[in-house]
């Protein structure tokens, strides 16, 4: 099984960016895939979850805001984040079971 997220970087407050989480290993869509961040000084906290089945379940902090999906074709995991605050700030991983990528680092911030 390996991750590897991608799309972070500096964005200012309300903006967005897509995060990537490219699969190889095991097939997606026939998952249960998450996205989880950790911020600065902070643990590990989760975001967002989809089932094998599309079915998506949202922490509060950020539904109505974030979009987690799947492209079953490149195998690959993505995470919509819109009207993004500074409180969004955190390393972002994608995960499956007991495994995670490395993350990518998103800073909201003027």
């Known amino acids: 099984v390996q991750l590897v997220e991608s799309g972070g970087g500096l964005v200012q407050p ?9 699969a190889s290993g095991f097939t997606v869509s026939e998952s249960v895939m998450r996205w989880s961040r950790q911020a600065p000084g902070k643990i590990l906290e989760w975001v967002a979850t989809i089932s094998a089945i599309g ?14 999906s799947r ?4 195998n690959t995991l993505y995470l919509q984040m819109n009207s993004l605050k500074p409180e969004d700030t955190a390393v972002y991983f994608c995960g499956q079971g007991t495994s995670r990528g490395q993350g990518t680092r998103v800073t909201v911030s003027s």
């Open 14 to 22: 309300g903006g967005s960016l897509r995060l990537s989480c490219a």
């Open 55 to 68: 079915t998506t379940i949202y922490a509060g902090s950020v539904k109505g805001r974030f979009t987690i």
């Open 71 to 74: 492209d079953d074709a490149k």
